[in-house]
């Protein structure tokens, strides 16, 4: 997060810090609680497995608020564009439920037709750097504004205003930034977006991913997947668009 400030230990009880092993070795990052064992982030974050942090403020430390929990599955969408950063939004679900406290409980999604518009504030929050080559290990947040969709629309050439959102005025130093990918844009204490990508120096305008368009995708998804059964059943191994 550039520009941001320490948040209030706990304040964000959905923040989700993910552990990333692929091909290019370990990567991190952030995701948010939605159901008591789905954490929603965004597919770019994919790897061969993944291991979910919650409850935590400081990521190096061992805090008591932690829960560690390994995903079960990671079900990136189908229509995912890795070129494009199209259809940029993951769900990973747990092993287990979490245990729910004050440090660690869902966040909500968008219902029915609650719309975000240009100059809506919100916020994101992440464990990302805070400069070109600045590391933090306690949670960041910032206050970004939603922006009008031909600002990122000049600026990328894959955006797409139905489902992405542009975030961050352009004459301010304010962003998520590198290691914040698949953190949460919240408006009014309901998830509206998901980082996905931006400027490689930090310059806003950046494009989130638009949850409210991925609705029918998400439900479909959780139902299909929950609740667990002892074992797979056959036929539990086809892909898992």
Request: aromatic residues 6%; positive net charge.
């Amino acid at each position: 997060i550039i520009g941001g400030r320490e948040a209030r230990p706990h304040s964000r009880p959905y923040m989700a810090f993910l552990l990333i092993q692929s091909s290019e070795g370990l990567g991190a990052c952030g995701g948010f609680l939605v159901r008591e064992d789905f954490v929603m982030t965004a597919a770019h974050c994919l790897g061969s497995s993944i291991n979910v942090i919650l409850g935590a403020h400081n990521i190096q430390r061992q805090e008591r608020t932690q829960q560690h929990i390994p995903v079960l599955r990671a079900i990136p969408h189908p229509d995912y564009d890795p070129d494009k950063f199209r259809n940029d939004i993951m769900l990973l679900q747990l092993t287990r439920r979490i245990r729910k406290n004050k440090a660690v409980r869902p966040v909500a999604l968008p219902q029915g037709r609650n719309r975000l518009r240009p100059g809506d504030l919100c916020t994101v929050a992440g464990w990302g750097l805070v400069s070109r080559n600045m590391r933090t290990d306690v949670l960041q947040e910032v206050q970004l504004r939603v922006q009008r969709d031909q600002k990122c629309s000049n600026r990328f050439n894959n955006y797409n205003s139905q489902t992405q959102i542009c975030v961050g005025n352009p004459r301010e130093r304010k962003s998520a930034f590198r290691g914040d990918s698949g953190g949460p844009l919240v408006c009014n204490n309901v998830v509206q977006g998901i980082v996905s990508y931006g400027d490689s120096n930090g310059i806003p305008p950046a494009v989130f991913t638009k949850i409210q368009s991925f609705t029918p995708w998400i439900k479909r998804t959780m139902r299909r997947l929950a609740p667990r059964h002892q074992g797979p059943a056959p036929g539990d191994f086809h892909s898992l668009g």
